[in-house]
């Protein structure tokens, strides 16, 4: 199966677009980042050097096909905000595999270090910080979303991330953010060529176009679009009572879908591409 994924992906690397590469282990060094989706907005990004960027582990949702034991390798995680859906299982997946933890200074202080993370595991950060890691850039953005843990500890700084990779490659995580002018400048500072932008429920995919337009804002680079925080179509994991799974099943699948932001994005000309990724499949970011 790599075989023939390697055959095709020889063939059409040549068009910039974000290539399916079949099974390629997570952690198997490529020369270009690979990108995984575990639901909701869980991503795991492997760097070319193999370096391992986790997002948003909110593996208790019941739409996760994987639980914390599943991260055998993770060396940084990126923690958008305090929203139980975003910090997740950050502290249990940090404590056992040694990852670092791009987060506040508030939330270093008052939820991570009281659940015995180490110091050394937290990289305090905020809306204008940037970071080196390992080859890989870390630039923190705001984000127009709230951020205040399920215990009641807040903090102004919701954030999005910019990570630019040892070859130059530029993935932008938004988080939960809103449509926000801001884009407009990250487009031209940093000009990322893949967004992965929220699309809950009850979004309007226009805004996520507009977000796509000002990201492209003198960035020609952006051709890439994925979505996140989006119905999955099922209930994955086992053991969610009936009544709940058919609640959130109904919840889901009346919302917005990857379909309606493909339609809006064909509509609006925008020479960008939708990628719905498939759980747990791995694809090979190129420019």
């Known amino acids: 199966m790599i075989g023939?994924?390697?055959?095709r992906l020889v063939s059409i690397a040549a068009t910039g677009v974000l290539i399916t590469i079949g099974s390629l282990p997570a952690f198997a060094q490529s020369k270009n980042p690979?990108?995984?989706?575990?639901?909701?907005?869980?991503?795991?990004l492997t760097s070319?050097?193999?370096?391992?960027?986790?997002?948003?582990?909110?593996?208790?949702?019941?739409?996760?096909?994987?639980t914390v034991d599943y991260f055998k390798k993770v060396d940084y995680i990126l923690v958008a905000d305090g929203h139980g859906d975003e910090i997740g299982q950050s502290d249990q997946i940090a404590l056992k595999t040694g990852a670092k933890i791009f987060t506040t200074t508030t939330f270093a202080r008052g939820y991570f270090l009281p659940r015995n993370i180490p110091a050394r595991q937290i990289i305090r950060v905020g809306p204008g910080s940037r970071v080196r890691v390992d080859g890989t850039t870390i630039r923190a953005v705001n984000s127009v979303h709230g951020s205040t843990t399920r215990d009641g500890l807040s903090d102004a700084s919701a954030m999005g991330f910019m990570i630019t990779f040892e070859n130059g490659?530029?993935?932008?995580?938004?988080?939960s953010t809103a449509v926000t002018m801001d884009m407009q400048l990250w487009g031209r500072l940093y000009k990322p060529d893949v967004a992965i932008l929220p699309l809950k429920p009850n979004s309007d995919?226009?805004?996520?176009?507009?977000?796509?337009?000002?990201?492209?804002?003198?960035?020609?680079n952006l051709k890439t679009i994925v979505p996140h925080h989006h119905n999955v179509g099922l209930v994955v994991r086992a053991g969610i009572p009936p009544q709940r799974a058919k609640g959130l099943a109904r919840r889901f699948n009346s919302g917005t879908k990857p379909a309606d932001l493909a339609a809006a994005l064909a509509e609006s000309g925008l020479p960008v591409r939708l990628l719905d990724p498939e759980l747990g499949k791995v694809y090979e970011l190129t420019k």
């Open 4 to 7: 023939s994924s390697i055959k």
């Open 34 to 44: 690979t990108l995984e989706w575990f639901s909701w907005s869980i991503f795991r």
């Open 48 to 66: 070319p050097s193999g370096k391992v960027f986790l997002t948003n582990p909110f593996v208790v949702n019941p739409f996760s096909p994987v």
């Open 169 to 175: 490659l530029t993935v932008y995580f938004a988080g």
């Open 205 to 220: 995919p226009g805004d996520v176009v507009e977000m796509v337009k000002l990201l492209r804002t003198e960035n020609p």
